[in-house]
């Protein structure tokens, strides 16, 4: 694929829809084909054409989904996988040994923490939770065998926000390296590289692919040796996007920019209504002047996000009783689709951290806010909110 769209030279959304993705060569078709192919025709034994052998190695499709990623969070190495969790794996297996330690967010997903709590500590992983917004508690959960500082920011479910720049310099301080779930934010409003990660981390499921009709993952890295690195274990162990779901995720990131824009106005508007509602007792949402972490999302975010949590001042009865009486916020797991979501974390995506000290308010709901008519999104919330 070409490297004519440098990050440097052109706007996030002409990266966007352009960046890996040339007019086909053969056909001049503008948008990038769906290569089902498992295996290349060699010119001789070891004359690969564009480097292309065997589709777990790489498949055209993926690349140009890798190259588009690796510019929109303007990083040297992008890589597609078939899931978040596959690229958190891969993150884990090529950047940790047994006995090392990693200090993941207190409140981080609930899928992440299993990874961590049932499948990596099985295999000599330690890890420790810690308030990422808090700057002093990261530098203490830190240990001489420290190899990962793990942010999400805005982390899942509680919207906290860490200073990445801040934690980049603690981190690489103290001889680890840092590595950001940039799922919530999306590239379009956040890009961790840029401010000193060594790695991001996005499930692809979310945002960037943004209709609710595909499974995937993806790492960007700020070095092209540790890509490289990543790149042989993403081969050796096999978690990669298949070329459908590669072309879903491309097609997804045209409207990556417009999306996110309208997810944020919505969100805004919603959050509004959920502050002046008696029934709600506290709304978690980084564009809130009395949130904690508010001015560093300012700074490094171009706005707050489509995602807003809120508990109910019934507690759980009542949570329980809002997320069963939406209409147009569908009653779901997962989020930054185009259709707004409501769930209830306690009871669906982090029933994983139940007993654990990631134990979410059983009071808590969360919204992925949709790009649908905001009128409708109110009175829906109205209603249910009674």
Same mark, same amino acid.
């Given at each position: ?178 590595? +950001? ?17 060594? +790695? ?100 490094? @975010?171009?706005?707050?996000?489509? @995602? ?29 689709? +185009? ?25 808590? +709901? ?21």
């Amino acid at each position: 694929m070409s490297d004519t769209w440098d990050s440097a030279d052109f706007g996030f959304e002409t990266l966007a829809i352009h960046a890996g993705q040339d007019p086909d060569p053969t056909t001049g078709a503008v948008v990038t084909p769906v290569y089902l192919t498992s295996t290349y025709k060699q010119d001789g034994v070891g004359g690969l054409r564009g480097g292309y052998e065997y589709s777990r190695s790489a498949n055209p499709t993926r690349t140009a989904l890798e190259t588009c990623l690796a510019a929109l969070e303007q990083g040297r190495r992008g890589l597609a996988f078939a899931s978040g969790l596959a690229a958190e794996d891969c993150v884990l297996r090529t950047m940790c040994s047994p006995g090392d330690h990693v200090v993941i967010p207190d409140d981080a997903y609930g899928g992440t923490y299993r990874l961590f709590a049932r499948v990596a500590e099985r295999w000599g992983l330690s890890f420790t939770p810690a308030p990422v917004s808090d700057l002093a508690a990261v530098r203490a959960a830190m240990r001489p065998e420290t190899k990962l500082v793990w942010l999400e920011t805005p982390t899942n479910p509680l919207l906290g926000i860490a200073d990445i720049a801040a934690v980049a310099e603690l981190t690489h301080s103290g001889g680890a390296r840092l590595v +950001v779930d940039n799922t919530f934010a999306s590239a379009y409003l956040q890009q961790p590289l840029t401010l000193g990660a060594d +790695v991001v981390v996005h499930s692809t499921t979310k945002y960037m692919g943004g209709h609710s009709d595909v499974v995937g993952g993806a790492l960007v890295t700020a070095d092209a040796a540790l890509g490289d690195e990543l790149a042989y274990h993403q081969n050796a162990m096999g978690a990669v996007a298949g070329p459908f779901d590669a072309w879903l995720v491309l097609r997804g990131v045209k409207t990556l920019g417009v999306r996110m824009r309208q997810h944020c106005t919505n969100a805004a508007r919603v959050v509004e209504l959920l502050q002046s509602h008696p029934a709600v007792d506290r709304v978690l949402y980084p564009g809130l002047a009395e949130h904690p972490g508010h001015e560093i999302a300012a700074k490094q @975010m171009k706005d707050f996000g489509g @995602m807003v949590s809120f508990t109910m001042v019934g507690g759980e009865a009542a949570a329980l009783d809002v997320v069963s009486r939406t209409t147009v916020f569908t009653l779901g797991e997962s989020l930054g689709g +185009v259709e707004s979501l409501i769930e209830h974390p306690g009871r669906m995506t982090h029933a994983s951290v139940a007993g654990s000290p990631l134990e979410v308010d059983a009071a808590l +709901v969360r919204l992925s806010v949709g790009i649908e008519d905001i009128s409708d999104l109110l009175a829906d919330l109205s209603r249910a909110l009674g």
